[in-house]
């Protein structure tokens, strides 16, 4: 996991972040994270801190990300976390590359020992996480 993603340290980038009292995103457990929200309401870079969030380790994350605490993370990362052993969804950074790559349905499931099904319903539930995070963006 990256500790601080790269693009809030752009010279270009304007977070709403920046310049902020960090405790303020790590609430103690069960303290309110209401102010820190209110901060990355206001932000531009929302969505791709939510979506940079949403791609690390729930395990190795903590604190107030893309305007989602560590228990909303959890929450909305469910279906993505329900990689069974053997399943797909241990071979998700391989599937983003050869899908990247053009490769078929097909071709994924046959280079990780999985079903073409479980592959596609693996990514559907990749898109529909995505999904909600992008809305909850939006509202």
Not at 14 to 35: H, I, K, M, N
Not at 36 to 48: D, E, S, Y
Not at 114 to 124: A, C, F, G, I
Request: proline share 5%.
């Amino acid at each position: 996991m990256s500790n601080y993603p790269d693009f809030l340290n752009a010279t270009t980038a304007a977070p709403a972040c920046r310049g902020v009292d960090t405790t303020l995103f790590f609430p103690p457990r069960g303290q309110d994270s209401t102010e820190a929200k209110a901060i990355f309401r206001r932000c531009p870079l929302l969505a791709r801190c939510r979506l940079w969030a949403l791609d690390q380790p729930v395990t190795e994350l903590h604190g107030v990300w893309g305007g989602l605490s560590h228990v909303e993370r959890i929450d909305l990362k469910r279906v993505q976390l329900r990689r069974w052993r053997g399943g797909p969804g241990e071979h998700h950074d391989q599937m983003v590359q050869m899908r990247a790559n053009g490769a078929t349905w097909s071709e994924i499931a046959k280079a990780i020992g999985s079903t073409t099904e479980s592959v596609k319903s693996y990514w559907k539930r990749q898109r529909r996480v995505r999904r909600i995070a992008q809305e909850q963006v939006a509202a």
